[in-house]
């Protein structure tokens, strides 16, 4: 059986685009400001029984979530906006768990559209961006929990989903070269 997940968003037109559950709670993500009774900002976290403000969402010109990740201690949030709370954070955001939002250096220069989190932390980026922080990072980027890095040199067009597995990151979105070699669509980064 389907089952409504609490209150229905209220306004219209709304995209959910992004969804990630950590332990018992479920975040969403998208284009939405309200959820239930709630102000929440374009993200939230349903506790099983009620919508949950992550201290007044995100914000900025025409904001919006596009991807979600879970790491130990933290939700990573990536998509197109100024701040995330009353932290400046340019396209990426930390949540940590404590109910803390924290910025990844100087975010990005574009937009993300996909994260992924290995079992070290390392966050993988993938979106539609030039720079990561003061970086040149084509398409893909990682933040090592400090500074931003390049992975090779970049993606030929935009990314618009990221894996890991091991020492493998995976790439999917419109594109045809991965680092100058040839790869319609879809890549792998050895490490």
């Known amino acids: 059986n389907w089952f409504a997940v609490g209150t229905a ?8 685009k992004a969804l990630v559950v950590k332990n018992t709670s479920l975040y969403v993500g998208g284009q939405f400001a309200e959820l239930g009774d709630k102000t929440v900002n374009h ?13 007044s969402g995100i914000s900025g010109a025409d904001p919006s979530v596009a991807t979600l990740a879970a790491s130990a201690d933290s939700i990573y949030v990536g998509g197109v906006f100024d701040s995330a709370g009353d932290v ?12 803390v939002w924290t910025a990844l250096g100087t975010g990005l220069q ?14 993988f980026v993938g979106g539609n961006f030039s720079r990561a922080g003061g970086v040149e990072a084509n398409n893909l980027a990682k933040w090592d929990g400090q500074v931003w890095q390049a992975v090779g040199s970049g993606i030929g067009g935009p990314v618009h989903a990221v894996a890991v597995s091991g020492t493998d990151v995976y790439v999917g979105g419109n594109f045809a070269t991965a680092g100058g070699a040839s790869a319609k669509y879809l890549a792998r980064w050895n490490g």
């Open 88 to 99: 400046g954070a340019k396209n990426i955001a930390r949540w940590q768990v404590a109910n």
């Open 110 to 123: 574009g937009y993300a559209n996909a994260v992924a989190v290995n079992l070290r932390g390392e966050v």
């Open 9 to 16: 968003i209220r306004e219209s037109p709304v995209t959910v």
């Open 43 to 55: 993200i939230a976290r349903w506790d099983g029984t009620n919508w949950l403000v992550l201290s």
